[in-house]
């Protein structure tokens, strides 16, 4: 895959994910329209497993792990939603998963994280210094970072197109 994900690495992302996923609804609100001057459609991810959008790029990239990333297991920053998703791809897929929190994380969602298989790594007061954390874990204990956005195999996996 390039740097910048193609039409093609969207539809095969959809084909991957589909079996883990809801279809989530889509709704147009007129009033909403008035508002902002345009047809607005309303794509409802928080109806999604979780709660959020979040596992769809998750699985996409846990999915296309190579053999020696899935024995290594991956890391991950994240505030919440983003470390679910890691956790929830990685429990499917029999990956071992490692979050990196800031220490005032949302106790609901580390216990989310926590259910889902994930170890959790309370580091840092904001995400910026989990994510360095992360890094460095990578780079010395020899897991897959997963970057929050920065990936291309996220992206794929949470554009949606509907056929």
């Known amino acids: 895959m390039s740097k910048f ?3 093609s690495d969207v539809m095969h992302a959809r084909d ?3 079996p883990h996923i809801f279809r989530t609804p889509l709704h147009h609100y007129p009033s909403l329209d008035s508002l902002i001057g345009a047809e607005v459609y309303v794509k409802h991810e928080s109806y999604q497993k979780l709660g959020s959008f979040k596992i769809r790029g998750a699985l996409n990239l846990i999915s296309q792990l190579t053999d020696h990333e899935k024995s290594s297991g991956v890391i991950a920053a994240s505030t919440g939603n983003f ?6 791809a990685s429990k499917i897929f029999g990956v071992q998963a490692c979050v ?5 994380a949302n106790p609901d969602k580390v216990d989310s994280m926590r259910l889902l298989g994930a170890e959790i790594i309370f580091h840092g007061n904001n ?3 989990c994510r360095e954390h992360a890094e ?4 010395t204990k020899g897991f897959r970072y997963v970057h ?9 996996g949470v554009i949606e ?3």
């Open 148 to 156: 929050s956005a920065n990936e291309p195999l996220l992206i794929s």
């Open 161 to 163: 197109i509907a056929c």
């Open 83 to 88: 470390g679910q998703g890691i956790a929830y």
């Open 100 to 104: 990196v929190v800031p220490i005032d």
């Open 127 to 129: 995400f910026d210094e």
């Open 5 to 7: 994900p193609t039409i």
């Open 136 to 139: 460095f874990l990578s780079q």
């Open 16 to 18: 991957r994910i589909t």
